[in-house]
């Protein structure tokens, strides 16, 4: 017997059972996998995709949001080109991921390597770690950016005083603000990383740590020899992961720059805050979907360069 | 037979619900979180109901975050507000959009306006026709902790700009290695700081910020860099204050580590509830004999959705929040001073400790014509930084400024 459909008429159900009748196993298979996808599908295509070519439509046009919309070309784009604000923020952007992600990569690989050898409160740590990633970047932010004012409140320049040390402006600074607004952002994220790269080390079998002993192998060598290699998987996904993560940085910089800015003088705005800016403070649409039409670009790049290093790397 | 009775009788409801909205109207009023602003359109809205039995006023707010995007968005979607609260700075704006439309001259006529309220308003007056008015204005005051005052041995807040840097100074604190405990003065350019630059200090040094049709930036000149070199000397040569010090100024001016702040009035009551901050509040200082303020304002606006019999009922509403009346409930609700100088130029108003130093400001201030207030703003802030931060002259500073500036003038005018 084979099942009825509900809701079809007499010879719809027998055109549809001859259908089915003539399909392999596996083509019923795909079948049966495809009508499930096929509602994920749809949602990504009409919530995301959708919107992703209507922003390259959209970066065409001039328009503020409520007048009439006019078409210009490619006349945003090469706006954007000749304004020297976008390239401040470019560098700025690409300044945040490469050193942003070099740095909580290392720190976060060194706690883990180092919690995976306690036993005594490793739980506790961990955790302690994994807290500010759970935390509101927004309540995080404002934290960090009392810790930085001058001398009666800010925490850091009470430390920096008791060894005699001059105080530092921090987010007042021209040089500093940027490295002051990725600091939390780096601690933001240790926790996840370490999470990662913990369950990354543990994955690597005994027997390999037990033959490296009975060969007479040191701590460096187990560690250059045998988890490094092993990690590579890991360490490439958190490359990829972190990077996406750092040029997409926003919050940290709305919070904790005077006047949600990203000043002074632009030195901390990243790409993401000029667009919102663009979008929603001077509601030029169609500059700010040049903007993100932009950024999409970079993210699609690094992201196929990584992922292609990454199988080269990993086989 | 049963169906016909069923007929009638749902025929009759709706005849019914037709009746009865043809009665009410229903008007939507949309402003911004602030609880004794939304206390004192509650208030306006029961008398405005209580007199005009058939109208309702919806009464909608939202953060001050989120305000000008939801407007604009919800409007251009054909719906949100009949009548809309929106800063003066805006209107360029939203009349461009067409988010809102011109007042009847039948209900307001010019004369009258011109006649009965503050000469400010005057810049609501676009091609002709004017698009919005307030029920208050706001200005600038220097605010003073009387404690610090006595304590540093002064005997009253500054009068001249010259009186205003001793001040600063004499109130000024700092410990061995040169950290401030206490700031003469709190410059703040998140703060109002850019509006005292642009059309106090300006002015004050014999400069103006734009031309008088306000299409071109004037501040770019030699009165316009003194102007910058007054506010920047205050942190880089007086050492009288780090801009930002304690994030930002009122908090500084709260906690009793500032001598002087400049702030306007809305600030009153922050500073009211604040327990032993015994303050004063004084004229801003002049220069060389005279004197210049900055005044602001929200207006009321009738926007583009409204049609008809809403149109009509939005009209009757906005008189009523242009009244004398609700100008004196505004004042005394929210503490901003009534629009009209009949009212708010009376001798208690004047006399007023707290309030008379701002409604004397108003009989000399100016309003700038923002096109758009973000990035104007960021103009003043930048220049600041430059000339602090990056040890640029004033001049320099304040021309790479107005480039940018004129540009966003520039692209608003040529459409």
């Known amino acids: 017997m084979r099942p009825g459909i509900p809701g079809c008429s007499l010879s719809d159900k027998k055109m549809l059972s001859r259908f089915l009748e003539r399909q392999t196993i596996g083509q019923k298979q795909a079948l049966t996998a495809w009508l499930f996808l096929l509602i994920p599908i749809l949602f990504y295509v009409i919530i995301r995709f959708y919107p992703t070519f209507e922003a390259f439509f959209v970066s065409t046009l001039k328009w503020n949001l409520l007048g009439k919309q006019k078409f210009i070309g490619f006349k945003n784009y090469i706006k954007l080109f000749e304004d020297e604000e976008f390239w401040l923020v470019l560098i700025n952007t690409f300044k945040y991921a490469l050193i942003g992600v070099p740095i909580s990569l290392l720190f976060s690989f060194l706690i883990a390597y180092y919690l995976n050898e306690i036993t005594f409160g490793h739980e506790t740590i961990r955790a302690l770690y994994f807290i500010p990633f759970l935390t509101t970047a927004v309540a995080m932010a404002w934290v960090w950016r009392w810790l930085y004012q001058p001398v009666p409140i800010g925490y850091f320049n009470i430390i920096l005083s008791w060894f005699g040390i001059a105080q530092q402006p921090f987010l007042k600074s021209l040089d500093q603000a940027l490295y002051s607004i990725m600091a939390p952002a780096v601690w933001a994220g240790l926790g996840f990383q370490i999470i990662i790269y913990l369950a990354g080390i543990r994955a690597i079998p005994q027997s390999h740590f037990e033959a490296s002993s009975i060969d007479g192998a040191g701590r460096i060598q187990v560690l250059r020899e045998i988890i490094l290699p092993a990690l590579r998987p890991t360490i490439l996904f958190l490359v990829v992961i972190s990077t996406i993560g750092f040029l997409r940085i926003f919050d940290q910089v709305y919070s904790m720059s005077a006047d949600s800015a990203g000043g002074p003088l632009n030195s901390t705005k990243p790409l993401v805050l000029m667009i919102y800016e663009a979008a929603f403070d001077e509601f030029k649409m169609g500059y700010a979907a040049a903007l993100t039409v932009v950024l999409f670009l970079i993210l699609l790049v690094i992201s196929l360069l990584q992922l292609s290093l990454m199988r080269r790397w990993t086989r | ?415």
Do not use: C
């Open chain 2, 1 to 415: 037979m049963i169906r016909k009775s069923w007929f009638i009788a749902i025929s009759g409801m709706f005849l019914i619900f037709s009746l009865a909205s043809v009665g009410a109207v229903e008007i939507e009023y949309w402003q911004y979180t602030y609880k004794s602003r939304v206390e004192a359109i509650d208030k306006l809205i029961e008398s405005f109901q209580a007199a005009n039995p058939g109208i309702t006023v919806k009464h909608t707010n939202f953060p001050y975050a989120d305000y000008r995007k939801k407007v604009a968005i919800a409007v251009s979607a054909g719906d949100g507000p009949d009548i809309v609260q929106l800063y003066y700075g805006w209107l360029n704006d939203y009349r461009d959009s067409g988010l809102i439309q011109p007042l009847p001259k039948d209900a307001f006529p010019h004369d009258e306006i011109e006649d009965e309220f503050f000469g400010i308003v005057k810049s609501m007056k676009v091609k002709g026709e004017y698009w919005g008015l307030p029920t208050a204005v706001r200005s600038l005051a220097l605010f003073y902790n009387k404690d610090l005052f006595s304590e540093a041995g002064i005997s009253g807040p500054p009068e001249t700009l010259d009186e205003f840097v001793a001040t600063a100074k004499r109130l000024t604190k700092k410990d061995n290695a040169g950290n401030y405990l206490q700031i003469g003065f709190a410059v703040d350019t998140d703060g109002q700081d850019h509006h005292w630059w642009r059309e106090v200090l300006n002015r004050l040094y014999g400069g103006k910020p734009y031309s008088s049709d306000g299409k071109k930036i004037a501040y770019n000149s030699s009165s316009g860099s003194q102007a910058l070199k007054f506010v920047t000397d205050l942190e880089k040569t007086h050492q009288v204050g780090s801009n930002g010090f304690m994030n930002r100024g009122q908090d500084a001016f709260k906690a009793g580590k500032a001598g002087m702040v400049i702030d306007g009035s809305f600030r009153i009551s922050t500073f009211n509830k604040q327990k032993d901050l015994n303050f004063g509040i004084t004229e801003l200082p002049g220069h060389n004999g005279n004197r210049f303020n900055f005044s602001s304002y929200w207006v009321n606006g009738i926007s583009t959705k409204a049609k008809g019999e809403k149109y009509d009922a939005a009209v009757k509403f906005l008189k009523h929040l242009t009244s004398q009346n609700a100008m004196q409930i505004w004042l005394d609700t929210v503490g901003e001073l009534p629009a009209k100088p009949k009212i708010a130029l009376v001798d208690k108003n004047k006399k007023h400790p707290q309030f008379g130093p701002f409604i004397r400001g108003l009989a000399y201030a100016n309003a700038t014509s923002f096109i758009a207030e973000k990035p104007q703003r960021q103009s003043f802030i930048d220049a600041y930084d430059m000339v602090v931060l990056k040890d640029m002259s004033p001049s320099e500073a304040l021309s790479k400024v107005a480039k940018k500036e004129q540009e966003v003038l520039d692209e608003f005018f040529e459409n």
